[in-house]
């Protein structure tokens, strides 16, 4: 794979590019068992480097054939930052979904924003999610939206890996970053790398594990090179495995046995110890690198496939509402990847493409077919899905059948943001939902010419069902148009796309306030 992507990067050979697109198409049909899958999302502090993290990774596993940078000289950008705003100011606004494959196992990736403001794409990405990857930068560590990004992730029960970032960057301390994971997040966390230098003198990593260091060779790191360890580090990283075991003894009962009869577990038994503790959310494995000098990628997606669950590991439940009544129990949905049990999904992100609506939804159980007929449950309304895609970023790849365990996309379905689809007409059936935080701002939004009315109403009108965190409502007293956003980035970068994607400038101000007057003494 590795010796076409190369080829790919030749320039005037678009031949190999194509081939290099196909072969991963052509891996990732075919109905793979769970094991082979993994659902993870990308989430941290802002500019901490997921989006470039997500880069490496899809070039890597084969799914680009060239790699660019989120704010890059030549004018391209990510992949994953797929519209014309994020690539100009060099943030992530909407998550995006993609899919690759890494040792003939289908990742389904989301990249999620980093600021507060968009923290609903947070919310309803790790709902879908079985585990995910929480980027810390090696300067800054533990910051505000890590707190943040780490509750909603105990909010749904999303078991996690760490990955320490920019570790070439000056002031980089990944030590620092770990004991705050410990006193901050209260993390029983602990390094499975430890770095080869540091910021200017950073050449590679040590695997505490398997006890190897691994460096990257290549223009872009794509040769590993696995040897001994440098003589110097020896003693550190020895110590830095007597401490990652007793971090797992304390987490798993299994090891903890081990570790009490003074026996020293392989590498095989330490693996599984970490993979029953992450799993149990008891452990958190910290692995190091660089994404933009291209180094620790690799084992870091090695990782994921050895300690993150695949579907059928994760317990998902469904809601069976009792009629009118109040009560609601909860039945476990079956991850089985055939169409023995009715199909159960959930449509968690709405987006308007250039096709009508596309609604992101994760199968829970069972199979849907292009051309089957769904309800919604929360409607009862029956729908025909005519055309079932996969996404990655803003492309598309038409697919006949998706099953349990899948992230797919459908197109022109009337819906909102967190409404559960059946294939059988019992309209009982309720996913738990997508928790929506309240909004913290409000300013007061009209467009700059009266003409534009029409267009106006119609991008609010699809932004308040897209996003359920940006609210509007018309103030009688005042006769004004106020919307509610979680900050000011939020309301501001609606107000540019509304220009952009509706042609109509808005102005944007304080709202009005009226003002009332009462008698406050009887007149003589």
Same mark, same amino acid.
């Not at 929506?436 to 991008?459: E, W, Y």
């Given at each position: 794979?590795?010796?076409? !992507?190369?080829?790919?990067?030749?320039?005037?050979?678009?031949?190999?590019?194509?081939?290099?697109?196909?072969?991963?198409?052509?891996?990732? =049909?075919?109905?793979?068992?769970?094991?082979?899958?993994?659902?993870?999302?990308?989430?941290?502090?802002?500019?901490?480097?997921?989006?470039?993290?997500?880069?490496? $990774?899809?070039?890597?596993?084969?799914?680009?054939?060239?790699?660019?940078?989120?704010?890059?000289?030549?004018?391209?950008?990510?992949?994953?930052?797929?519209?014309?705003?994020?690539?100009?100011?060099?943030?992530?606004?909407? =998550?995006?979904?993609?899919?690759?494959?890494?040792?003939?196992?289908?990742? #389904?990736?989301? /990249?999620?924003?980093?600021?507060?403001? *968009?923290?609903?794409?947070?919310?309803?990405?790790?709902?879908?999610?079985?585990?995910?990857?929480?980027?810390?930068?090696?300067?800054?560590?533990?910051?505000?939206?890590?707190?943040?990004?780490?509750?909603?992730?105990?909010?749904?029960?999303?078991?996690?890996?760490? *990955?320490?970032?920019?570790?070439?960057?000056?002031?980089?301390?990944?030590?620092?970053?770990?004991?705050?994971?410990?006193?901050?997040? #209260?993390? #029983?966390?602990?390094?499975?790398?430890?770095?080869?230098?540091?910021?200017?003198?950073?050449?590679?990593?040590? /695997?505490?594990?398997?006890?190897?260091?691994?460096?990257?060779?290549?223009?872009?790191?794509?040769?590993?090179? %696995?040897?001994?360890?440098?003589?110097?580090?020896?003693?550190?990283?020895?110590?830095?495995?007597?401490?990652?075991?007793?971090?797992?003894?304390?987490?798993?009962?299994?090891?903890?046995?081990?570790?009490?009869?003074?026996?020293?577990?392989?590498?095989?038994?330490?693996?599984?110890?970490?993979?029953?503790? +992450?799993?149990?959310?008891? %452990?958190?494995?910290?692995?190091?690198?660089?994404?933009?000098?291209?180094?620790?990628?690799?084992?870091?997606?090695?990782?994921?496939?050895?300690?993150?669950?695949?579907?059928?590991?994760?317990?998902?439940?469904?809601?069976?509402?009792?009629?009118?009544?109040? /009560?609601?129990?909860?039945?476990? !949905? #079956? =991850?089985?990847?055939?169409?023995?049990?009715? %199909?159960?999904?959930?449509?968690?992100?709405?987006?308007?493409?250039?096709?009508?609506?596309? &609604?992101?939804?994760?199968?829970?159980?069972?199979?849907?077919?292009?051309?089957?007929?769904?309800?919604?449950?929360? +409607?009862?309304?029956?729908?025909?899905?005519?055309?079932?895609?996969?996404?990655?970023?803003?492309?598309?790849?038409?697919?006949?059948?998706?099953?349990?365990? /899948?992230?797919?996309?459908? %197109?022109?379905?009337?819906?909102?943001?967190?409404? &559960?689809?059946?294939?059988?007409?019992?309209?009982?059936?309720?996913?738990?939902?997508?928790?929506?935080?309240?909004?913290? $701002?409000?300013?007061?939004?009209?467009?700059?010419?009266?003409?534009? !009315?029409?267009?106006?109403?119609?991008?609010?009108?699809?932004?308040?069902?897209?996003?359920?965190?940006?609210?509007?409502?018309?103030?009688?007293?005042?006769?004004?148009?106020?919307?509610?956003?979680?900050?000011? !980035?939020?309301?501001?970068?609606?107000?540019?796309?509304?220009?952009?994607?509706?042609?109509?400038?808005?102005?944007?101000?304080?709202?009005?306030?009226?003002?009332?007057?009462?008698?406050?003494?009887?007149?003589?």
């Amino acid at each position: 794979m590795l010796s076409v !992507l190369r080829a790919g990067l030749a320039p005037g050979r678009p031949r190999h590019i194509q081939l290099l697109l196909t072969s991963c198409r052509r891996c990732s =049909s075919g109905v793979l068992p769970n094991e082979r899958i993994r659902n993870i999302g990308i989430s941290a502090h802002i500019d901490s480097g997921k989006t470039t993290l997500t880069e490496r $990774i899809l070039f890597y596993t084969g799914r680009i054939a060239q790699m660019h940078e989120v704010k890059g000289k030549d004018g391209v950008g990510a992949v994953m930052d797929s519209m014309e705003l994020e690539r100009q100011r060099g943030i992530t606004i909407q =998550s995006a979904a993609t899919y690759t494959m890494w040792k003939d196992t289908n990742i #389904n990736i989301i /990249d999620t924003p980093g600021h507060v403001d *968009f923290t609903i794409e947070v919310e309803r990405s790790l709902r879908v999610l079985d585990g995910a990857i929480l980027v810390l930068c090696a300067v800054g560590g533990v910051q505000c939206q890590t707190i943040t990004v780490n509750r909603q992730m105990k909010r749904y029960n999303v078991p996690f890996l760490t *990955f320490i970032n920019k570790l070439d960057r000056m002031g980089s301390n990944p030590a620092r970053a770990v004991q705050q994971l410990r006193s901050k997040l #209260n993390h #029983n966390a602990a390094f499975v790398q430890i770095p080869i230098g540091l910021e200017g003198n950073f050449k590679g990593i040590i /695997d505490l594990i398997e006890e190897k260091a691994i460096y990257f060779d290549g223009a872009l790191g794509q040769t590993l090179r %696995f040897e001994e360890i440098p003589a110097e580090l020896r003693a550190e990283a020895a110590e830095r495995r007597r401490e990652l075991i007793e971090c797992v003894a304390n987490a798993d009962e299994l090891l903890g046995e081990l570790f009490l009869e003074e026996k020293i577990p392989t590498a095989a038994q330490l693996k599984l110890a970490i993979r029953r503790a +992450t799993l149990q959310k008891s %452990f958190t494995p910290v692995l190091v690198g660089s994404a933009l000098k291209n180094k620790g990628v690799q084992p870091l997606l090695d990782a994921v496939l050895e300690y993150l669950p695949n579907p059928s590991e994760v317990e998902n439940y469904a809601l069976l509402n009792q009629g009118d009544s109040q /009560d609601q129990t909860k039945f476990l !949905l #079956n =991850s089985a990847r055939d169409d023995s049990q009715p %199909f159960i999904g959930l449509a968690f992100k709405l987006e308007a493409g250039r096709f009508g609506q596309l &609604t992101y939804v994760r199968v829970y159980q069972g199979m849907l077919r292009k051309s089957d007929y769904i309800y919604n449950t929360r +409607t009862g309304k029956k729908v025909r899905v005519q055309r079932l895609v996969r996404m990655h970023s803003d492309t598309m790849e038409d697919v006949n059948e998706v099953y349990a365990g /899948d992230i797919c996309a459908l %197109f022109g379905i009337d819906c909102a943001s967190g409404d &559960t689809f059946t294939d059988k007409t019992s309209t009982a059936i309720s996913m738990e939902s997508i928790h929506v935080p309240d909004p913290v $701002i409000s300013v007061a939004m009209k467009p700059s010419n009266k003409n534009d !009315l029409d267009k106006f109403s119609k991008g609010l009108g699809r932004f308040t069902r897209e996003d359920p965190t940006f609210r509007v409502h018309f103030d009688e007293e005042s006769k004004e148009t106020i919307v509610s956003g979680m900050g000011e !980035l939020h309301l501001e970068i609606y107000a540019q796309r509304m220009e952009r994607e509706y042609g109509c400038p808005c102005t944007m101000g304080k709202p009005k306030v009226a003002f009332r007057e009462n008698i406050s003494a009887p007149v003589p």
